[in-house]
């Protein structure tokens, strides 16, 4: 199963996320949700990376990204990246079910 894990402030704005683990819906190759999951979260870093001048973190390693904007002051562009991020995350669990994909978020 894949889980998301997205860091949120007292007032309820993004700070992060956290995506680990395998959906396991297919085969490594042939998983498409894995494939959907993987496409979202590194455009959102992207996207954020060339539309913003938000600074960030970005750790990726073995089947793990780990994103946190870093200043206390969090730009409208980068909130909406990631709010599209929340949204195409929960449509993907909607479409194939929640035993391949874990959405919660985490006051930091």
Request: charged share 25%.
């Amino acid at each position: 199963m894949t889980r998301a894990l997205f860091f949120v402030d007292s007032d309820g704005r993004y700070k992060g996320f956290e995506i680990y683990g395998h959906t396991g819906y297919a085969d490594e190759g042939e998983d498409i949700v894995c494939a959907a999951v993987s496409a979202l979260s590194q455009n959102t870093v992207n996207s954020i990376e060339a539309f913003t001048a938000d600074k960030f973190s970005c750790d990726v390693d073995d089947g793990r990204l780990r994103f946190c904007l870093t200043d206390d002051y969090i730009s409208a562009e980068s909130q909406l990246l990631l709010n599209a991020l929340v949204l195409g995350l929960e449509n993907i669990e909607k479409a194939y079910g929640n035993e391949f994909i874990n959405i919660r978020t985490e006051e930091v």
